[in-house]
């Protein structure tokens, strides 16, 4: 009789195109779009900001000067002259961040040490700037001029200096060449040796949790007409009983859930590298994997049943369970990460079952920990998911007997 | 076969079944009939397990339903008025399915599914999704679907509402096929002349209650009246109440229907004029009934239930 069940669920799911472009497809459209979009966010390697010098000056130390801020891998450079203010606010409109002009004399009364007052230097920044982004353009630009100055002071001081100090100093001062990785070593909370969190690591997860909940689509979908049609009927007057009835609808989507998330696994770690994103890499822990799954399908399919027994019509079921779906979806941090949100809004999100299926796969995917860490998120998510389906059972028995 | 002894089921304070009293014998066509509301959908629930009772016994095929509902449903089947099957399934997978819900495997599956297809005439639709098919050809795999775990019992709920005059004679003979092979066959309907055309017994509930139970041929010729029926059009059940208040052996069936107890030309001239003086158009005038319908209308009207 089970296996009648789920065949019949697998073959109405499988010619339900709707179904499966909300299961399969837009989750994995999301994932391509937002890993690419976020990639540059994740990457070290890429420019953030773009921009130009206008040196006005023309000396070897305001040449220098530009030269400080190349150093930064994060910083690029755009060569092109803008020798006017018309120019300049074009350039901002479209494709730089920022415009650093160097009037001509700064160098020089830099070097003297006066107050420079009308020859300061001029930051131009695009309107749209994050401000994060100006704070720390500027923060290596007045880097790159404290660099100037100490040069300066040290070209001064040279001549006054006897040998033995200045070997001294030269000895003291090696360490101001070396390069940042020498002095500073960088390590992301978790991960294997060598690896970076990525926007893939980022957006799999989230659109895997947001995926796996639009099972409330199709299982309210066949459910409703199932029950409309009376065959639902037919099954309890051919001794299928509610419990049955429901296994029969747990099981194939806790398959079907499980076959989106490897198949969103799938294209994190094939298809994204294609459009030039990197490469989802899987954590540590397969079992947490499955923890984490199953809390969360159990969860999503106990609301899919609750909405399905509770409304009539096909209507009433996709509109309230898409509507659900994207509210859990905006307030557990699938569209918006947590970390941007304010501090109640963060207490919001620790409400919603898709936090805590995100917070386990994070868990997983970008802090590199083991099955014990997701334990919390599994229980709670089981614990919900239980409680919905015996909901759903008892309002089912319900009407069934007042029919 | 089937014993039903002070049978009463209440929805609130709504008497659905007031001790009703049945029993159907092994072998037959068992017409149920009934006004709207009258019970009739509340007995086959209940009868088919899907409804508790507040008291009463019931046996069905030798068994007592409180005792043993699963093994009464084992050899008995419930064809639904509403097309109980998946529009998304073939014809072919709709049969394996309720098949395999009733755990029916190897040689029992293959002659049953057999069985139900040919005598449904299904055979070359087998891979057709359902929801493809005409009306009566659904019909047929709602009744194909029944037949499956080949019942001693079937419950037939209004099996030929809007189909074709083919498909209905297609499924009259079904059912009658289904006799042929010892299967008892409870037959609820609308259609009064399909009542009298393959039922062999008939019942009449109204109310909760069995108001007459019989077989049919002896029914009719008890009955046989020289009764007219008046089909009307603008009139009102208060205005007709004042009309037969003041006419002998005159009922008020509904709120456009009179029937006349004993026909005579001048009682039904007389009556024309009454219903020309109140504005009343008159539709149709039907002469001699002696069938069903006369009998249906005269026990029911009391209660003005639609048929």
New interface residues.
Partial sequence: ?F???L??EF??IL??KQALAALFIMPAIFILIMSMALKDTFNSERSLVDYAVVDLDKTAESAALGSFLKVDKGLHEEKISLTDAAGRQTALRGELDFVVEIPAGFTAELGQGVALGPRRLKLYAAADIKKEMLELFQARLLNGVQQLRLENLRKELTPLLSEAVLTLAADKFKGFELPPEALLKLSFNGRFKGQRPTSTQQSVPSWIVFGMFFVIIPLSTIFIG?RR???L????????STPALLLGKIVPYILINQLQMWLMIAVGMYVVPLFGAEALTLGRSISGLFLVSFGLSLTAVGTAMLIAVVFDTVEQATTIGGIINILLGAVGGVMVPTFYMPKVMQSLAGMSPMAWGLDGFLDLFLRGLGPQAVLPEFGKLVFLGLFLLCLAGVIFERK???? | MIAIKNLSKF?GDIRALDQLELKIGRGVIFGLLGPNGAGKTTLV?IM?????FDAGEIEILGLELKANP?AI??RS??I?Q????????SVI?NL????????LSGAVLRANLDYAISVNRLEGMLNQRAGTLSGGQKRRLNIA?GLL?NPELLYFDEPTVGIDPESRNQILETIRACKDDAKTVIYTSHYLPEIEKICDEVAIIDHGRIVLQGRLESLLQEEKTDAVIFTLLNSSRPQLEVIAGRYEDLEVVDGATLLLARQSAVRIGHLLEILEREKIAVKEIRYGTTDLEALFLRLTAAGGADV
Avoid at chain 2, 82 to 89: C, F, H, Q, R, V
């Fill in positions: 009789m296996k009648a069940l065949i019949k073959r109405l010619r339900d199932e049609q009376n065959t009927l037919r099954l309890r007057a051919m001794n299928v069934v007997k007042s029919l | 929805y629930s088919n397990g899907l409804l508790d699963g449903r084992r089947a419930f639904p509403a097309l109980a099957l998946y529009d998304n399934l997978e394996r399915f309720f098949a395999g819900i009733q755990k679907i775990n």
